[in-house]
């Protein structure tokens, strides 16, 4: 029983690991879509702290989401394990985690997108990205606290399907 543990455990570090991975190349890669007239790469490499901290805030806020998804795919390969990984219950447990994944990582990009654009609107004065590509802190910081804000609230819808399917 403890080998089988063991190897389950490390199968869920793998899938983490991967998943992971795959969910900030696509934070990053839609950020750079959202923010169309900076250049986020090119802006770092100029020392740009106002691009670093919206880029640390995307990648914390994708971190959230995507350890609630990883902590209900860990319940799911467990519960997998506990009725028979192949019996009909156990592939279930185990499909409905990673749609649980899969799901906490779209919500999370389409969150990110979705609170960038409604701050961009009730700010009619303020050009964010103008501001970001000019290096302003301050405004980084406000974004950063949105973006974060918004992957702590979609953190708890996840966590609650997990709960769900308990």
């Known amino acids: 029983m403890f080998l089988i543990n063991v190897i389950v455990g490390l199968v869920q570090l793998i899938i983490a ?10 934070g990053f890669f839609t950020l750079s879509k959202i923010t169309k007239e900076i250049d986020a790469e090119k802006e770092l490499l100029k020392g740009n702290p106002a691009v670093g901290i919206i880029v640390a805030a995307v990648f ?11 902590s209900g795919l860990s319940f799911g390969i467990g519960k ?16 409905a985690a990673f749609v649980q994944l899969i799901l906490g990582i779209i919500l999370s990009i389409v969150g990110i997108y979705l609170a960038l654009y409604i701050l961009d609107k009730l700010t009619k004065d ?13 405004v980084a910081l406000m974004m ?4 974060i804000t918004v992957a702590y609230i979609i953190q708890s819808g996840i ?5 769900a399917l308990t």
């Open 159 to 163: 966590l609650g399907i997990t709960a």
């Open 126 to 138: 303020l050009k964010e990205f103008e501001e970001i590509k000019k290096g302003n802190i301050a």
């Open 17 to 26: 690991i991967i998943f992971s991975v795959i969910a900030l190349y696509i």
């Open 80 to 95: 997998a394990a506990s009725v028979g990984l192949l019996s009909l219950d156990g592939i279930l447990a185990i499909g």
């Open 144 to 147: 950063a606290g949105v973006i």
């Open 60 to 70: 914390v806020a994708i971190g959230l989401v995507v350890q609630s998804g990883v």
